[in-house]
């Protein structure tokens, strides 16, 4: 499947590549085509318009020069003799016969007599009334410059008339003559510009545009008309004017121009040239351009394949050696290496990999599987070679045991004597356990540092384990005896953990498991090898699960606040309590501290069970308040509380939400919790003293805190341990610590409070050597909180002559 794939991949690589190569020159060419197309278009377009406006200018000069024609043989006529008789004879008939017959000799369709007032006298025509409103503005014209014509409609057709006036020597009379603008003009006119003309006929402002006479083809007239007459509408009063037309499936590009316009009268000629015409001759040259663009992809293609091959060859050759190398063959040397090229440098580099990873993977198996300072296999391949014999055995019927050894004070020889000489102790060892497993089929491995193991595979299940704790023992006694390296002698013993498959585990990982739980159960018990015992590790199964117990405890209320009393020892007075925290564990029932705060100090989660005990403690201190009484609380912190920058913060929300002043709190902390970083607990207890909060140094005596240390810190009290108050009425040693820290911490300025006060001999003791406070079983045991206060009660009302007024309450909360 993988040979395949990478089939695929290459086939689809020269695919790429050819489609590439294909697709950037038909890209390219196609572009190329694109442009050449615009530029022809652009180009054809723009020789039309300079053809249309040729044609324009060619058309105004034949009309131009038919009008001259008009008028010089209207001016002959005036001049004439013979016209001139006729026209004193006043005969109408002969006038016209006469203007008939000039009129058939010049090609002029329209010949007229008029009088000096412009009423009609003669005409070679029956009807001419329509054309008397003309007249007056030829001539006034002709007046002006001498010569005049127009283009007039006449019956929806378009003629051009001239008129001379006759002289003798005043005007006596006005020659008009004027010809039809038919095919034949047009015809010439296309002959003369390659211009298709067509004239547009309005009779009135009411009137369509209808064709009088075009160059154009018959079946297009109509299509023609209704374009042209948009066209003309669009023109308007322009003189002239772009447009376009499509007729019968060929676009032309056209020229509106405005020959004569009176009364909503007007006539217009269109002038128009087709495009694909004149693109014609270019079309040639676009096809070969596309024949040179279908050879240029047949050889771009052929070139593709050939480069596309010329690049894949060698990654195939690649391709397969990486297949070879992921299925662990080093040793197939990479073909190709002779090529001088890019690919060359590839192969040669990859072939030079190829031996590279060889001899590294080598190594790797051998530090993967074998421990390099022992030479023993490691823990990986012990652990194969477990399950391996646990899969043989299920089949064959038989057991597996596992023996675990770890070397005792084996860190304090590496501390006194070194870390070689530790390393030599070890290849020693390995030797000297291997000399104990006679089996060929027994296994000994190094799992990590100073710890050992060995497998007794294909166990009879009659005497599996004696036979495995025989060779058990017989290991622990061959570590009796001493070691000598190097000139030192080393007395060296082990601890040794049996278990047994499949009566002790399922699998190999749980049977290693197990047995080192028994190998943790010899080193602790010290007598000698020991099977493993389901008892062993229960405490490990229950401490997996108690940060889940302890968080579940504090979501679910199961945890519960007590309080032992302090007293004032001048006055017998209550004037405190230490909260201790117990656990109502559903199952086990209450729980004391030692049960789950070790644990949560090792976890962290001591700090949840703080903020715990001082938000109760906090509500305690109000619901007393309210009712009357006046309370400092005093709260006990531990090592990774003072660690904890953010706890001020934390304690200073509590004050906000339950409205509780800090001046109501006195924080103890531990002598070890200072020291273990005493610059960031520093910091802390400031910004605790600089909040408000009263602090305290619990367990006084038992840390090593120096006087150093204790000037500097904002403490305003020492509480002295109960290892040194329980028997100080016996012991004159203990009864000097105590006498020293009270006049030591008077000294400072602070409050002394004694805690373990156990008998009344004690407490008149602590009376005497003037201590402020004590605690202990003497006035009262731990009580949940709910009876506090009604024990305080009862305390007052017996030693209410003892009272000192004044005096105010002080609960001490820790977690003990």
């Known amino acids: 499947m993988k040979v395949q794939g990478a089939l695929r991949l290459r086939a689809s690589l020269s695919a790429r590549i050819v489609l590439l190569f294909l697709g950037l020159l038909l890209v390219v060419q196609g572009l190329s085509f694109m442009a050449i197309r615009a530029g022809i278009d652009h180009n054809a377009r723009a020789a039309i318009a300079d053809e249309l406006a040729v044609g324009e200018r060619v058309l105004t000069r034949v009309l131009a020069q038919n009008a001259q024609r008009l008028t010089e043989g ?6 004439d003799y013979g016209f001139r008789a006729a026209v004193n004879s006043n005969d109408a008939a002969t006038i016209g016969s006469v203007l008939a017959n000039h009129g058939e000799r010049i090609g002029a369709s329209v010949t007229a007599l008029l009088d000096p007032e412009f009423k009609l006298r003669a005409a070679a025509q029956p009807d001419l009334q329509e054309l008397l409103p003309v007249t007056r503005r030829l001539a006034a014209r002709v007046l002006a410059s001498r010569h005049a014509s127009e283009i007039v409609v006449i019956g929806d057709r378009p003629f051009q008339l001239v008129m001379v006036p006759m002289r003798a020597p005043v005007v006596v009379g006005w020659v008009l003559m004027g010809f039809p603008i038919d095919q034949r003009l047009l015809d010439d006119m296309h002959a003369l510009s390659s211009v298709q003309v067509s004239l547009q006929v309005r009779s009135d402002a009411l009137s369509p545009w209808h064709t009088a006479v ?45 020959l004569a316009e009176h009364d909503g009268a007007a006539v217009s000629a269109l002038l128009l040239r087709s495009v694909d015409d004149a693109v014609a001759p270019y079309r040639q040259l676009q096809l070969a351009l596309a024949g040179l663009t279908l050879l240029g992809v047949l050889g771009f293609g052929i070139g593709s394949v050939l480069t596309a091959r010329h690049v894949t060859t060698p990654l195939r050759r690649l391709a397969a050696a990486a297949e070879r190398l992921r299925g662990g063959d080093y040793d197939t040397p990479l073909r190709g290496l002779g090529r001088g090229d890019e690919f060359g440098e590839l192969a ?98 190094r799992l990590g540092g100073d710890e050992f193991a060995v497998l007794l595979a294909d166990l009879d299940p009659e005497t599996d384990l004696s036979l495995t704790l025989s060779v058990a023992q017989r290991i622990g006694q061959a570590f009796d005896g001493a070691l000598t390296l190097e000139d030192q002698t080393v007395d060296t013993s082990a601890s040794l953990g049996v278990a047994n498959w499949p009566l002790h585990a399922g699998d190999a990982d749980v049977l290693l498991s197990r047995a080192e739980v028994a190998m943790y159960g010899a080193k602790r018990r010290t007598t000698g090898p020991m099977v493993y015992d389901a008892a062993l590790d229960a405490a490990s199964s229950q401490t997996l699960s108690l940060l889940t117990e302890l968080r579940h405890a504090v979501d679910h209320d199961e945890l519960r606040l007590y309080l032992q009393p302090k007293l004032a020892l001048g006055s017998a007075r209550v004037v405190g309590a230490e909260a201790l925290v117990r656990w109502q564990h559903p199952r086990r029932g209450l729980l004391p501290p030692m049960e789950f705060i070790p644990f949560a100090e090792q976890t962290g989660f ?99 805190s120096s006087l150093a240390y204790l000037k500097r810190l904002p403490v305003d009290e020492l509480k002295i341990d109960k290892s040194f108050v329980l028997s ?58 709910a009876e506090f206060s009604r024990w305080a009660t009862g305390w007052t009302t017996r030693h209410a002559m003892s009272l000192t007024p004044g005096k105010g309450l002080d609960i001490a909360i820790t977690l003990h």
């Open 74 to 79: 209207a001016t002959l006529l005036a001049a």
């Open 606 to 704: 001591i700090r949840v069970l703080t903020l715990w005990v001082f938000d109760q403690a906090a509500q305690l201190w109000k619901r007393q308040h309210e009712s009357g009484q006046r309370l400092t609380l005093s709260v006990n912190l531990s090592t990774r509380d003072l660690l904890d920058l953010e706890l001020p913060q934390k304690f200073e929300a509590l004050l906000i939400r339950h409205a509780v002043p800090a001046e109501a709190f006195c924080l103890e902390i531990t002598e070890s919790a200072i020291m273990d970083d005493p610059q960031r607990a520093q910091a802390t207890l400031d910004r605790l003293s600089g909040l408000g909060f009263r602090l305290s140094i619990d367990d006084f005596g038992t840390g090593y």
């Open 728 to 785: 100080m009425e016996k012991d004159l040693d203990d009864a000097r610590i105590v006498r020293s820290t009270i006049d030591l911490a008077h000294g400072l300025g602070l409050t002394v409070v004694a805690e373990g006060v156990e008998n009344a001999q004690v407490w008149d003791l602590l009376r005497e050597l003037s201590c402020d406070e004590a605690q202990g079983y003497h006035m009262g045991k731990p009580m949940p909180a």
């Open 214 to 258: 075009s160059t154009l083809p018959l079946a297009t007239r109509e299509t023609l008309e209704k374009q042209a007459a948009l066209a003309l509408d669009r023109a308007g009063a322009a003189s002239s004017a772009a447009t376009s037309v499509s007729l019968a499936d060929n676009e032309y590009s056209g020229r509106c121009v405005l």
């Open 348 to 445: 040669q580099a990859f072939e030079r990999m190829r031996v590279s990873i060889g001899e590294q993977q080598q190594e790797i198996l051998d530090l993967a599987y074998r421990d390099p300072l022992t030479g023993l296999p490691n823990r990986l391949q012990f652990r194969n070679a477990v399950r391996d014999a646990i899969a043989a055995a299920e089949a064959a019927g038989r057991t597996v045991s596992v023996i675990m050894l770890d070397l005792d004070r084996f860190k304090h020889v590496n501390d006194v004597l070194g870390y070689r000489f530790g390393d030599l102790l070890l290849r020693r060892v390995a030797e000297r356990l291997t000399l104990q497993v006679l089996r060929g089929n027994d296994l000994v491995a």
